[in-house]
């Protein structure tokens, strides 16, 4: 087998084994402030913005009000908005940074999608989704030298990447909508 598909059944090992040890009830939680948010807000550093930005995209195609922190175009976020969270290990130092501009702000509420509950981040947070187990995938997955097949934070961001997509499919759930609904709000000018 090549080493390209070999990472590729890794990673993908990697999602599903996290995916079973997920807390249910704070992807619950995370989709209900998600739903209750007037605007929502995203943010996350290097390839996790990236990830961010994916999903702002699904979620304005589901209806939502939704933002790039960063992007020239934001607005000032305000009461009853969410400002979600990207960060791996939950110390990047300018997602922190933002994180407490936003757990200054009255009424704004901050999650994070993460690999590290305890971390600075973390302890700002609302609402934290941590995706377990990424620490010790190495072991679980029986891979040694883990860093050669999915190097520099690549097992999080895919696992996020998939997480997130899931939390969309419990969003147009939850709100009664279909991939017709979502095609209505898909950008024409590309």
């Given at each position: 087998?090549?080493?390209?598909?070999?990472?590729?059944?890794?990673?993908?090992?990697?999602?599903?084994?996290?995916?079973?040890?997920?807390?249910?009830?704070?992807?619950?939680?995370?989709v209900d402030s998600l739903l209750e948010a007037?605007?929502?807000?995203?943010?996350?550093?290097?390839?996790?913005?990236?990830?961010?930005?994916?999903?702002?995209?699904?979620?304005?195609?589901?209806?939502?009000?939704?933002?790039?922190?960063?992007?020239?175009?934001?607005?000032?976020?305000?009461?009853?908005?969410?400002?979600?969270?990207?960060?791996?290990?939950?110390?990047?130092?300018?997602?922190?940074?933002?994180?407490?501009?936003?757990?200054?702000?009255?009424g704004t509420e901050l999650a994070l999608v993460?690999?590290?509950?305890?971390?600075?981040?973390?302890?700002?947070?609302?609402?934290?989704?941590?995706?377990?187990?990424?620490?010790?995938?190495?072991?679980?997955?029986?891979?040694?030298?883990?860093?050669?097949?999915?190097?520099?934070?690549?097992?999080?961001?895919?696992?996020?990447?998939?997480?997130?997509?899931?939390?969309?499919?419990?969003?147009?759930?939850?709100?009664?909508?279909?991939?017709?609904?979502?095609?209505?709000?898909?950008?024409?000018?590309?």
């Open positions: 087998m090549s080493r390209a598909l070999e990472a590729m059944g890794i990673i993908a090992r990697s999602v599903e084994k996290v995916s079973r040890d997920i807390d249910e009830e704070e992807v619950e939680g995370f007037e605007s929502v807000f995203l943010m996350g550093a290097g390839r996790s913005g990236l990830v961010a930005r994916a999903f702002a995209m699904r979620l304005m195609h589901l209806g939502f009000s939704v933002h790039v922190v960063g992007e020239t175009t934001t607005p000032l976020h305000g009461e009853n908005d969410l400002v979600v969270a990207i960060s791996g290990s939950g110390e990047t130092s300018s997602v922190a940074e933002m994180g407490e501009i936003v757990e200054e702000s009255s993460t690999g590290s509950r305890s971390s600075t981040i973390g302890r700002l947070a609302d609402h934290v989704v941590e995706l377990p187990g990424l620490d010790e995938l190495e072991e679980r997955l029986g891979v040694e030298d883990i860093s050669a097949y999915a190097p520099l934070g690549t097992l999080f961001e895919e696992t996020v990447f998939g997480f997130l997509d899931g939390v969309v499919s419990r969003l147009m759930e939850r709100q009664g909508q279909t991939e017709k609904d979502l095609a209505l709000r898909h950008a024409a000018l590309e």
